[in-house]
């Protein structure tokens, strides 16, 4: 291993060409010409490794060196030791015509220095803060051999019992398209041949977020309209701002599997969003056709896959194994699997593979990471990303506060959450050992564990709690409790920390509940035990520095809210955007068959999608909408005052949302269509303007977006339930 870390440490590192589109696309074509079939359909296929991190059902990795060597692997998945991937490289370039592998890896909150969960990150409605949050995680995986990342997952979420919410940017089509492009600027910053920047892998395409009952892997069905209205806008600008790669989902689209669907991955992502870059499948999900009993045999996956527009086989090896044949025998035509080979060499030559096939591979990966200054951001992006949901003043609590700390997080360093990356929980401090760290008087209990029924502890906590002025209760699900394949049909905390909250709520000590969670938890019952609650999800390797900041008024929570919070799993899906039915639930009057309703709660969420509190207090105030609309052109600029009456200095979301009164579709109640973050200091003032175009009004009908000329209102405000409207006629 010492003459290949020699080897590694002489890599040259020169600058590599940036080429055109033109270049690029000459240079694969002429490397095609050259290649047998079977070396073309190896380019078709990402492979495992046995050292893969296995993120699906196994897979037999037997073969992969010697297809390496035969030039019929594209690709290999999630391989973190640097020095394995040197080797398979250097047996790639071996082959005989040396075509470079593709590093692929699911960096996607993080590489070794981990942000929050994406989810969390989304809730500070902050595209610089994600954009440098990319770039540090880009720096360390591209120092790791990694080229290329599963990420940014795109899916719109509505149903926190599907446990990969956590890595989506929530419920809204608007918001979640503004941070895609953020996700692909910082990560590739528009230097996909430079050596700190990865390629990116737009995901799930599409409309995973659907499955039924938040079941993972359930079944899912959408209107073309909800996916032209909804689901696609965020994929189009992650294009647009130039991904090179998109992953198709499990689930099915109108009957027929995602990964051998004809109508989206030719008809829309070619012919509609002119998508040029490289489709890659899920983990096995091209083998998966025939468990949704939509292909035959292996055969019929390769046939389906390959008509379809699959490029890219992850794991399944239905092409490696029948595509020849398939073409041999005049079944396919060679042309398709020319196309898709020329998108793989295509994505290699942009990220400058054949000049350096080893421009991301090191010998020593951590000397480029863990920096103090990535985690001077990781611990910024965390506190920019809990939200404070509710507080009574306990919060800025002082230092001289005497605390009891109780709970399963109270002492717990797996804070990362799921698809931790290249991350080590070893490398996140505990609450306690900060809060001691920082010199607070803090008297530590779990009290009790996660999910066991084991009340043996309670006493314990709450002799502590006696002894403090303030209990700090640290709880929430474990990280195995969230993430893929990690569906809840309850939301509650899990195990006994409801009735510890209980026991400790009757000392009539003040408490702040500090959740840990992949997703919305149902709080109704438990919050009227506290007097704060801060939603802490999983903030990553800088966690508990934040909180501690946080809880001090060190720092100030900004965060809101990007996913709506249920009153209870039965409300579920309850989202801000919802249509307003034939009979809303806005009508006046309580006539009981005029509203779409629960007769046993309430009709709104708990916690509404833009909801989060500050320890600044922001007023609004000379709301304007000046149209200026004519038949030409639609611009209509809204302007309002925000001022910070408070003594802190804090940041507020400004979020501007329209309603079309009359349209030729039944659309939302709300639309979320501008945000801004605004930094106020004590008692300043600033003036917040958005301008609003015709892309602002329009909608998708029969196979175009329009503009319904109509009366609009236009809102603004701090929340989708806190706003000034103003109605204008376009
Ligand atoms: C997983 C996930 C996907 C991930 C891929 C590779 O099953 O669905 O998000 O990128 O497989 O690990």
Redesign the pocket.
């Known amino acids: 291993m010492e003459q290949i870390k020699r080897e590694l440490d002489a890599v040259k590192r020169n600058t590599l060409p940036k080429r055109s589109v033109a270049e690029v696309k000459s240079l694969a074509q002429e490397l095609l010409n050259k290649m047998t079939l079977e070396e073309k359909i190896g380019q078709l296929y990402q492979s495992g490794h046995d050292s893969t991190?296995v993120?699906?059902p196994a897979f037999d990795a037997s073969k992969t060196v010697e297809n390496i060597s035969k030039g019929a692997v594209g690709s290999i998945?999630?391989l973190n030791d640097n020095l394995i991937c040197y080797q398979l490289q250097k047996k790639a370039l071996e082959s005989r015509l040396g075509i470079p592998l593709l590093f692929?890896?699911?960096i996607?909150h993080g590489c070794f220095t981990g942000f929050p969960v994406n989810l969390a990150l989304s809730c500070s409605f902050d595209e610089k803060l994600i954009e440098e949050c990319c770039k540090i995680t880009a720096y360390e995986a591209s120092h790791s051999g990694v080229d290329l990342t599963?990420?940014p997952?795109l899916d719109l979420v509505h149903d926190p019992r599907w446990g990969?919410v956590m890595?989506s940017n929530g419920e809204d089509t608007y918001l979640s398209t503004r941070l895609a492009r953020a996700y692909i600027r910082g990560y590739q910053q528009d230097n996909l041949e430079g050596y700190d920047s990865i390629a990116t892998?737009a995901?799930?395409y599409i409309g995973?977020g659907l499955a039924e009952g938040g079941r993972d892997y359930n079944s899912v069905d959408m209107s073309k309209y909800r996916l032209h209205e909804s689901y696609l806008p965020p994929f189009k600008a992650a294009f647009d701002e130039g991904c090179p790669m998109v992953?198709t989902?499990?689930n099915i689209f109108d009957g027929v599997p995602v990964t051998v669907n004809k109508y989206l991955l030719r008809d829309v992502l070619r012919d509609e969003l002119k998508f040029d870059g490289v489709v890659i499948s899920?983990?096995?999900?091209s083998g998966e056709v025939l468990n949704h009993g939509a292909a035959k045999d292996d055969k019929d996956v390769a046939y389906k896959s390959i008509t379809a527009g699959l490029d890219h086989e992850?794991i399944y090896p239905s092409y490696i194994n029948h595509l020849k044949e398939l073409i041999l025998n005049g079944e396919v035509e060679e042309r398709l699997v020319d196309e898709a080979c020329l998108r793989v060499l295509e994505l290699k030559y942009k990220l400058g593979l054949f000049d350096n096939p080893f421009k991301h591979l090191y010998s020593n990966p951590l000397d480029y990471s863990m920096k103090e200054e990535f985690l001077a951001k990781a611990k910024d992006a965390a506190t920019k990303s809990a939200v404070l949901l509710e507080n009574d003043g306990v919060l800025p609590f002082a230092k001289d506060k005497k605390i009891a700390l109780i709970g399963p997080y109270a002492d717990y360093n797996s804070l990362i959450g799921p698809?931790g990356g290249k991350t080590d929980i070893n490398d996140c401090k505990t609450l306690r050992e900060v809060f001691e760290e920082r010199g607070l008087d803090v008297l530590t209990s779990n009290g009790c564990g996660f999910t066991e029924m084991d009340y043996s502890h309670f006493e314990e906590a709450i002799e502590i709690a006696k002894k403090q002025d303030i209990i700090v209760f640290a709880c929430g699900e474990p990280r195995n409790m969230s993430g893929?394949a990690a569906s809840r049909a309850y939301l509650d905390l899990p195990g006994v920390q409801e009735e510890l909250l209980h026991e400790l709520s009757k000392l009539g000590k003040p408490i702040v509940m500090l959740v840990f969670a992949g997703r919305p938890l149902i709080l109704t019952k438990i919050r009227k035990h506290v007097n704060a609650i801060m939603y802490c999800w999983f903030l990553g390797t800088s966690t508990s520095d934040a909180i501690y900041e946080l809880l001090t008024g060190i720092a100030n929570p900004s965060a809101k809210l990007t996913m709506s919070f249920p009153y209870a799993v039965g409300q579920i899906p309850v989202y801000y955007n919802a249509l307003p039915t034939g009979r809303p639930k806005t009508l006046p009057g309580i006539d009981q068959f005029y509203h779409s309703r629960y007769i046993d709660i309430p009709n709104t969420p708990l916690y509404p999608f833009g909801y989060g509190l500050s320890y600044s207090k922001f007023e609004y105030s000379n709301f304007g909408v000046v149209n200026n609309t004519t038949k030409d052109k639609v611009e209509v600029l809204v302007s309002v005052d925000v001022t910070n009456v408070s003594e802190i200095k804090g940041d507020e979301i400004v979020q501007l949302y329209i309603h079309a009164v009359a349209s030729s579709v039944s659309r939302p109640y709300l639309e979320l269509k501008e945000f801004a973050k605004v930094a106020l200091n004590p008692n300043e003032t600033k003036r917040v303007t958005f301008k609003l175009t015709k892309d602002t009004f329009t909608h998708y009908l029969n196979d175009n977006y329009q503009l319904d000329k109509g009366k609009y209102e236009i809102f603004v405000g701090t929340s989708s339930t806190t706003l000034s409207k103003e109605t204008i006629e376009i």
């Open positions: 991190e993120t699906g998945i999630g692929c890896a699911d996607i599963f990420s997952m990969r890595e892998c995901k799930h995973y992953m989902s499990f899920d983990y096995t999900s992850m698809w893929e």
